[in-house]
């Protein structure tokens, strides 16, 4: 993964040309475009973020408002999913909890991965004590299941969206920093590195320029993976009550409260289910494609298996 970047880097401390910018982004768009679970977990996502996002046109309901008399409606030309057990109509309800759900799982990764790729490529590049410390901590959070730990942060900081999202990201950082340091133990012995640092370059000028760059590409592939984590953590806290405050849409909150209706009305879980995987799917496929995509190496060797 790390080579699509290190050759410009490369090139230009020996005085070379390098090639343009734009033949290796033609050459990652056309080894995606060929892969067909990129292109099906893309199309999923977008598909998803489009209908949430464009909720209001959607549905003209609102997503919290209390309709006893339409309580546990089934599925029909007005309500397209049926409605709840306290009339709200599913759709709807399905719609704008998706902007939660998605809006706290990205945020959750963006977070995992601020703080986990600078410490991943300190431990890797520096190592002595400071790597000591940080993998010490990282074998410390890597002791717990994953939901467990997300479970028991939130308990601690208690309910609410932006503790979630503390909690989830808290959740993914040891993942950010195991594979960015295992990236760096590599990298920092290249020679454009070594030739970087001869000119004089210090430490973090190595890091920021020439370190970080080459490992985007792996990183990206474990961000758009840790979606699923964070999309099924997400909705298993909601499930338990741990998640979003009541009556705010979240898919797992939505499960929760419909598992007494589970065999008399099954389509209020059904729903929201296939929604949760139609998405972790979609980030899942997405990942697995963008790994092929920037490491055609690991596809070739797939292949020939």
């Not at 590409?217 to 993976?225: F, G, Q």
């Amino acid at each position: 993964m790390a080579i699509l970047t290190q050759g410009s880097a490369t090139d230009k401390l020996n005085g070379h040309s390098s090639m343009p910018a734009r033949s290796g982004t033609k050459m990652f768009l056309k080894r995606f475009i060929g892969n067909w679970h990129a292109v099906i977990g893309l199309g999923l996502i977008l598909s998803l973020v489009l209908l949430c996002l464009f909720a209001p046109f959607i549905s003209h309901y609102d997503p919290v408002e209390q309709d006893l008399s339409k309580a546990l409606l089934a599925p029909s030309p007005q309500h397209l999913l049926g409605t709840d057990y306290l009339g709200r109509d599913l759709l709807t309800r399905i719609l704008y909890g998706g902007r939660l759900t998605l809006t706290i799982s990205f945020l959750s990764v963006a977070l995992g991965l601020a703080i986990g790729l600078p410490l991943g490529a300190i431990s890797g590049y520096f190592g002595g004590w400071a790597d000591m410390l940080i993998q010490r901590v990282t074998d410390i959070l890597l002791s717990f299941p994953s939901f467990l730990l997300a479970l028991m942060l939130v308990s601690m900081l208690g309910i609410g969206v932006r503790n979630l999202i503390i909690s989830i990201g808290i959740m993914a950082i040891p993942s950010f920093i195991r594979l960015v340091r295992a990236y760096v133990l590599s990298l920092r012995e290249m020679a454009y590195v070594e030739a970087s640092r001869s000119l004089g370059s210090s430490d973090w000028a190595i890091i920021l320029k020439h370190i970080i760059p080459n490992v985007w590409a792996p990183v990206i592939v474990n961000a758009s993976l840790n979606m699923g984590y964070a999309i099924s953590t997400s909705t298993g806290l909601g499930f338990l009550g741990m998640g979003v405050p009541f009556p705010t849409p979240e898919w797992g909150m939505m499960m929760g409260e419909a598992q007494d209706y589970l065999f008399s009305h099954p389509f209020m879980v059904i729903y929201p289910g296939i929604v949760i995987f139609i998405a972790i799917i979609g980030f899942n496929l997405l990942g697995d494609g963008l790994r092929d995509a920037m490491d055609p190496h690991l596809r070739n060797i797939r292949n020939i298996k």
